[in-house]
């Protein structure tokens, strides 16, 4: 068995609670999360997955229950390590690129390293590059990328700090069928050694990937 890298224990998430119409959006959930694990969280809109990953990520704070972070709960934890733990060890990755458009690729993943503290060399940003099959792309700007290309910068973004849990809300919603595969693809060889858990619509490929589909 895996390491145990995330536990949520009867976690719930209610908006509106004392109100007349309270939205429960998560209900009761228990499960572990082991490193090495490619889970897909699926559902229709509205039905709480952005909201999950969300209280898992300690984005979001759950309204009962609790969520253990490497055998400990985030309710014991004080507000700066659980900040430690968003920035050290959760690479995010959204529908939107969230590039600099006015940057090289280069440019745009020495920016994320400097700032995470660090002195950004060639070796450390083509070594990420190979790591997301961007190789030889260094110098174009982001106008010069497809939208498959766009979203392995933003993946190599989140590869900056060496995050052992990545999390993609939707990373292939806005591309078709070939290049989602390829986002796939992607994310399934860093779960050999990573924590990939993804919100998607894609159910063939959820069930392609995915070690586990969360419903």
């Known amino acids: 068995m895996n390491e145990i890298i995330i536990e ?3 976690i719930s998430k209610v908006y509106d609670e004392m109100t ?40 979001d704070t759950p309204s009962k229950g609790q969520v253990i972070l490497y055998g400990k709960s985030t309710l014991e934890m004080s507000d700066e390590e659980i900040g430690n733990f968003r920035s050290k060890e959760i690479g995010f990755i959204f529908q939107e690129y969230n590039i600099l458009n006015e940057f090289s ?44 290309q766009k979203q392995r910068v ?7 700090k060496n995050p052992q849990i990545i999390m993609a809300d939707e990373p292939t919603g806005a591309l078709d069928s070939k290049t989602g595969k390829q986002i796939f693809d992607t994310l ?22 995915a070690d586990r589909i969360i419903e």
């Open 105 to 148: 690729i280069a440019e745009n993943i020495a920016l994320a390293i400097e700032l995470q503290g660090r002195k950004p060399t060639n070796e450390e940003i083509d070594n990420i590059l190979n790591q997301v099959d961007l190789a030889g792309l260094a110098k174009r700007k982001p106008n010069e990328l497809s939208g498959g």
């Open 154 to 160: 933003a993946i190599a973004r989140a590869l900056i």
């Open 188 to 209: 399934k060889a860093l779960s050999h050694d990573k924590l990939v858990l993804i919100v998607s619509h894609d159910r063939e490929f959820a069930e392609q990937y």
């Open 20 to 59: 007349d119409n309270p939205v429960i959006s998560l209900n009761n959930i228990s499960m572990s999360i082991e490193k090495g694990e490619f889970i897909c969280v699926m559902g229709t809109s509205g039905s709480g997955k952005t909201t999950f990953i969300n209280c898992i990520s300690t984005m």
């Open 8 to 10: 949520v224990k009867k």
